[in-house]
């Protein structure tokens, strides 16, 4: 009877910048895992103090520790995690890094080498943390986690890690809240927001790496444009995007609405026309498949991990050519037949993604690290 343990302390309990990416893809990955698992097998999920409710069918063990502050909760993973190992067959790391001083097998999640493939957009202590415990958790670790192809092709490139020892378990999408919903409902929200009826839309992190100046810069050159919606929180060196807004004279047309609760993403998909996400480099891109389930068209970089979201036939473009991105902005406003055919295209690609098929394949990576593969 296997017991897994899972280090979940990026968990979140609470609303905020810290509940979004990584804390999504557990939660759900975690609250299907019980139902793809054979009946013997146990689970302990390691989480911090305040972490999220109770997930079915796993024991969570709560830490005595406030561990939502990066530096306490990385203490906590070096310091204390190993002595709770110890009834452990496995240890699942699931985001990058695990215990220096673990013995036990171990399967890591990793969600992006971005603090390989540019260093330059993240800052310096984030970086060389990750740099240095990252590179030794995948090279002793039996299975390495990839959350889409294009993390697994980094993962041989920068890190050496074999093939043979990567899994890939895509990231779902929850069609019961990220879905077209009703038009009365979707109007009344709009109206009580002050959206306008038409209006171009961004979700994510504001930081260098989601490549706003450039949708800054070919939002500019239109010369018929809908309003344009920046939402998300303040992630690092973001000042740029607002200084690029006032020295284009573009303030009474970009907004930026902050962080936008969970519970509201699928309404703000709803009422944008075009989702729009130019972003350099990501592990996977989910607001790009929740844009697509909701049944609005998305225009996306053709980078990284993206145009696995979006399909072969989506709207994928250079990131950094600004015409590209202007033009296609201008051919989105005019064409109608355009925006039907890529909602349809869209809803169709979003059924391909399943948070079951995600916790299968977690599953499937602990039975091959435990030498157990057939289940």
Not at 303 to 326: F, I, K, N, Y
């Amino acid at each position: 009877m296997p017991h897994v343990g899972i280090n979940a302390h990026l968990l979140s309990g609470q609303s905020g910048f810290r509940s979004a990416g990584i804390h999504g893809y557990l939660w759900q990955t975690l609250s299907h895992l019980a139902a793809e698992a054979p009946p013997d097998w146990r689970f302990t999920v390691m989480c911090g103090r305040d972490s999220a409710a109770d997930v079915p069918g796993l024991q969570l063990r709560r830490s005595g520790l406030d561990t939502q502050n990066p530096l306490r909760r990385i203490l906590w993973e070096q310091l204390a995690q190993p002595f709770q190992c110890g009834t452990f067959d496995l240890l699942h790391a699931t985001a990058f890094v695990a215990p220096l001083l673990q013995t036990r097998p171990l399967v890591v999640t990793v969600y992006d080498l971005s603090f390989l493939r540019f260093p330059q957009l993240l800052p310096t202590a984030r970086r060389r943390y990750l740099q240095l415990l990252s590179r030794h958790t995948c090279q002793r670790a039996r299975r390495v986690i990839a959350i889409s192809q294009s993390t697994a092709t980094d993962l041989g490139d920068l890190l050496d890690i074999p093939s043979g020892r990567i899994d890939i378990a895509l990231p779902g999408v929850d069609r019961e809240r990220f879905r077209p919903l009703p038009r009365a409902e979707v109007e009344t929200f709009r109206q009580r927001m002050g959206l306008p009826e038409r209006f171009w839309l961004f979700i994510g992190t504001l930081e260098p790496r989601k490549n706003l100046v450039t949708l800054l810069e070919a939002y500019a050159r239109l010369s018929s444009r809908l309003p344009l919606v920046i939402a998300g929180a303040r992630g690092w060196d973001y000042a740029e995007i607002y200084a690029n807004v006032e020295r284009r004279g573009l303030k009474n047309e970009v907004h930026f609405p902050g962080f936008l609760p969970a519970d509201e993403l699928p309404l703000w998909y709803n009422c944008a026309e075009v989702f729009v996400y130019p972003s350099l480099y990501e592990g996977f891109g989910m607001p790009v498949l929740e844009a697509m389930a909701c049944g609005t068209p998305v225009i996306v970089a053709d980078a990284s991990s993206l145009p696995e979201v979006a399909g072969v036939d989506g709207t994928c473009l250079p990131p950094m050519e600004v015409d590209a991105w202007a033009d296609t902005l201008q051919h989105s406003l005019l064409n109608a037949g355009w925006r039907d055919q890529e909602r349809r295209r869209g809803l169709q690609r979003a059924r391909r993604f399943n948070w079951r098929a995600t916790a299968g394949r977690t599953i499937r990576s602990y039975a091959w690290a435990l030498n157990q593969a057939k289940l």
